[in-house]
């Protein structure tokens, strides 16, 4: 498969980190961006929520060097999995989930779920970053800019808000959308279901819901590309990551 050559590169560390308490913590390092500079390793990381971190996770996590977390998950979701790790300043933004509720809210009209609304709920959701949670991704990147310290960013299954995070600071560092796509659908090789999740659904339902899809990010960079006339301008007008703040950026992340 020709995108193989923009996984991790033999030379380069392990994407995939041996966490025990995580299933999804990976190193965005290694692709290629502007110029045909690598993002840097060891800066940029995505992850699942880090409230199930063991000791020797939290020692592997000092090890990266890591002292920043960047946190999405809503109110709920980060007050019942809550953490805090010692030297670790903690950055919540919170972007409360919607699917769930858009879920029950259908259900609640008689209607037995099908994997087909489900993927129209998730690409739904996506469309709704774009527009509606902008302020918390102009936010992550206002702290990016501010400080290149090794950051984790998470949701709780790090796959979706955190997936669209992610896209976002590749594109913005210059790597090519399919090369993002490739890293955003690794979820679906690491994540693990935490067991008894969402039983009340059907599986077909649960397995759109707990894994990633092209349809999904797409419909968010469609709704980047329909309504903004593309990335750059939306990282500009929408994000406040202009020209300036863009090449402070590949400075910090990619490899000179």
Same mark, same amino acid.
């Given at each position: ?8 590169p033999?030379?380069?560390?392990s994407r ?7 299933t ?6 290694? /692709? ?7 993002? &840097? ?15 020797q996770?939290?020692?592997?996590l ?20 809550a /953490?805090?790790?010692?030297g ?8 409360e ?6 879920a ?21 959701? /996506? ?7 902008a302020?918390?991704?102009a936010?992550?990147f ?5 400080s ?10 790090? &796959? ?7 896209a ?11 090369v993002?796509?490739h ?9 693990q ?12 339902v ?5 894994r ?15 309504? /903004?006339?593309?990335?750059q ?13 863009? &090449?402070?950026?590949a400075?910090?992340y990619?490899?000179?």
């Open positions: 498969m020709p995108l193989q050559q923009h996984h991790t033999s030379t380069g560390p995939s980190l041996p966490f025990a308490g995580v999804n913590f990976r190193d965005l390092g290694g /692709y290629t961006g502007h110029g045909g500079q690598q993002v &840097k390793w060891r800066r940029l990381f995505r992850s699942d929520h880090l409230a199930g971190l063991t000791a996770d939290q020692a592997l000092a090890d990266l060097g890591v002292t920043r977390t960047v946190d999405f998950r809503g109110q709920a979701e980060s007050a019942a999995h /953490y805090q790790l010692p670790v300043a903690y950055h919540p933004l919170a972007i989930p919607t699917v769930v509720q858009r029950l809210d259908l259900q609640r009209t008689g209607r037995q779920l099908t994997a087909q609304d489900a993927v129209a709920l998730m690409q739904e959701t /996506y469309r709704g970053f774009v527009h509606d949670n302020p918390r991704f936010e992550l206002r702290l990016l800019l501010a290149d310290a090794p950051t984790v960013f998470h949701c709780t299954a790090g &796959k979706d808000r955190t997936g669209f995070a992610a976002l600071i590749l594109l913005a560092l210059g790597v090519p959308r399919d993002v796509m890293d955003y659908l690794l979820t679906n090789a690491l994540y279901r935490p067991p008894g999740m969402g039983s009340q659904a059907p599986e077909e649960l397995r759109v819901l707990w990633v899809q092209e349809e999904f990010l797409d419909a968010a960079l469609h709704t980047v590309d329909n309504d /903004y006339g593309g990335v301008t939306y990282l500009v007008d929408v994000l406040g990551v202009d020209a300036a703040a863009q &090449k402070e950026l400075g910090r990619l490899q000179p």
